[in-house]
């Protein structure tokens, strides 16, 4: 079957999800049929069976319901999530499933326990008014080099560590502080609920792998991940303070492969590692000490233990914070010491001292 273009009907009605948010308002024409999808690919999809994903993260930040019969955007490319499902780019048009809320859709290659994916069908790809197809990479911004800046990185152990609580805490204490607070998640996947949770805590901007043009960080080398990193640190150019929220953990060979690049370690003053128990906490600081990186502290899911905090101690050279603590300005100022990043009160507002 030949390319060509096919009007949409009620194209104003086509749900735009998170994963789409950078698309402008009516830059969708037409759809494309008889042509094959490439990973990062703009696609109109039609809902055919509800599964596990029952709603979409619309890029508007409200989450919408979905139904048998409902259009809707979606971006077609590999996707690796344990936790959700795994997929691959799907070779032609027609049925696929939905792989995330986020918006993401594939042909599925490995998922968790529990209900099925949401089944899709790929009508076509969506095309702007000079019939280009539209990719990810295309709706990726323009952004300068980054900016000086307070940068700690939040590094789990492994998944369940509950990083995203430690990074969601220390937004809010540092943005308490008086800090302008970005937070960018250079691995992993888009996830929606995750960032709005950043910007509810007190981020003025919070970015991840979609800003650089990408659907996730499975399968890219160290120089592609470090290049997401430096995108997404130059898109928050402006903020204060910059949250790394290095998704996947320590577990990971990229990620252990990231943190441990001499780039990577230029980019940041300060990790807090996030851990379930005292044996992963322990590992994982002797790991951020081979990165030649300051451990600044750990916390994350080892504090719902005492016992499991005090048995990290025993182990460790920095303290071992509940969640709770890191949203504390005064206990910020404690925390930063080893890299002179203290926030220091002037005329109301806070002042970045870098150390030389």
Known sequence: MSRSLVVIAAIRK?????ICRHLLPGAVHAMAIGVCPSDGDIAVAEVLEIGRHSHIDLASGRRAELEAGDRLLVVVGR??????FSCECPAALGDCALVSSAGAAGVVTGGANGLPPTRLRLLGLAVDADGAVLNLDRLTPATAAPAEALRIAVVSCARGSHATKVTAALTRGLSRAGFRVGVAKPTGTADAAER??????????????????RLCSAGLDTGDLMAVTSTLLGALNGNQAVLLRVAGGLARRDIRALIATPAFAGQVHGVVLAAADALSA?????????????????????????????EARNGLDCPVLDPQALALPNRLSALLAPVAMV??????????SIAA
């Not at 086509?14 to 998170?18: G, H, N, Q, R, Y």
């Not at 007190?202 to 650089?212: H, N």
């Not at 990165?291 to 499991?308: E, K």
């Open 14 to 18: 086509l749900a735009v999800p998170d």
């Open 79 to 84: 996707l690796f999530a344990p936790l959700e």
């Open 282 to 310: 322990i590992e994982g600081a002797r790991r951020i000490a081979e990165a030649g990186l300051t451990l600044l502290a750990v916390s994350g899911a080892i504090c719902r233990s005492p016992l499991a905090m005090a």
């Open 343 to 352: 926030p220091a009160a002037v005329g109301g507002e806070r002042l970045l």
């Open 196 to 213: 709005w949770r950043f910007l509810d805590a007190g981020a003025c901007a919070a970015v991840d792998v979609v800003d650089a043009g």
